[in-house]
């Protein structure tokens, strides 16, 4: 009969080893793969911290899609995803259309503002590599404004709003290059203020507190002010104002306040959770069997029936799952249930700082940050081989 159709949407941690993997194990005309993405390189989100405090270039953070498939094998679309039409098996891309027989949607979260009045509008996000370079650029010039403006110190003021990982991971290499912009743009460091707001009572929330207390205490040290159960509550072109009142002059916020999931699953019909839905035990959707949907779009439930986490790890091994299970399907053999294996969590503060809790071990300083490097690369690893590793790995 006809050759089935797998697409499969964004090129993130979820769809790349998706892709990868179906084709290491799809045999000749077993199937026809496409992977359509916005940009035609895959990014290392987990690095996106360092570009855009500029500690690192956005080009490590990107790997070319070409580079990581094989185009005779998959093919490869460089396309915007429009709309998600399941009852027709349709895919709406800007300039074309495509149909499939199986589809595999991985196309990641989008900033959860909370409908916070000015958020969308003033605040940055930490979400892409032209988001980076938006925030690099920017923070560079407000060292350039701020010469010509000496009375202006809110160009000297840096807000971090939410100190999950994300905040957390950005203001350790936002400190770390605060003095070297200072020397370079030969302004005092003393005027400098960096905060990192956080509505819960604690940085991190639901992290070890020991190692809570030790990155805040590192982060300090460089010259962050954490302001914790405090929600900020508008975003202005002036700044935030926060739940109690008090306004933080800035001109320069970015929001790490959580995510959620792309807007196309609700828009495609399906049941969501802060725009993310919640898939059976084999990736799939609950209303269409041939629909799967992995990644920061998906919520899998823990063995005590709350969502795990969206990381990059659960949508790796999720991408591992979900192709299996494509195989399978083709082949009428029978499915795989998804089972999250958690491999611990390990957080960068900065260069040489890290915290972490692998298995029953807590790490943290220069141990931690050895490790931190050891997982990113294991993950080029999984992606590109020793190749890709040699490439963009950091050590
Ligand atoms: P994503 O990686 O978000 O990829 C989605 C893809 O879809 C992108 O390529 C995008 O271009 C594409 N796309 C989106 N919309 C469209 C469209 N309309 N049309 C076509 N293509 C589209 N997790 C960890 O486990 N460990 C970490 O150390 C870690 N560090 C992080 C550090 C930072 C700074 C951030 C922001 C996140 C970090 N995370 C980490 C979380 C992790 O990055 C995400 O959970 C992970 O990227 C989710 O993968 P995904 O496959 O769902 O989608
Ligand atoms: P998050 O949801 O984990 O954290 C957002 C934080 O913002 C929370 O602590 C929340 O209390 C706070 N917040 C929400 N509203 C606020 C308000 N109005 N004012 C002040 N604070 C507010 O989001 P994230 O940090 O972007 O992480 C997203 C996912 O990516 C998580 O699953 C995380 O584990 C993962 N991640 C992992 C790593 C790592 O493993 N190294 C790094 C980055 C992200």
Redesign the pocket.
Known sequence: GRIPRIVI???????IVTAIRLQKELNYNEADVTL????DY??I?????MP?AGTDKPENARVDITKLIDEYKIDFVK????QIKLDDQKIILEDSAISYDYLVI????EPETFGIPGLQEYAMN???INSVRLIREHIEYQFAKYKREPHRLDYLTFVVGGAG??GI??IGELADRIPRLCAEFDVDPSLVRIYNIEAAPTVLPGFDSELVEYAMKVLEDKGVTFKIATAIQECTPQGVILATGEEIRSSTVIWTGGIRG?R?LAEAGLETMRGRVVVDPYLRTKEYENVYV????SIVMNPEGRPYP??????TQQ?QTCSYNLVASIRNAPLKEFKFQNKG???SLGKGEAIGVVGKYKMKGATAAFM?KL??MRYLFIIGGIPLVLRKGRL
Not at 45 to 49: A, D, I, N, S, V
């Open positions: 949407l964004g090129a993130g941690y979820g769809g359509v993405n916005k940009h895959h990014y989100t987990t690095h996106l911290h855009a396309s915007t995803v429009t991985g196309l990641g979260g930490i979400r892409s990982f994300t991971e950005f792309n196309m992995i990644g920061d779009c969206p990381t990059a790890q659960i949508a991408g969590v390990v957080a931190k997982v990113d």
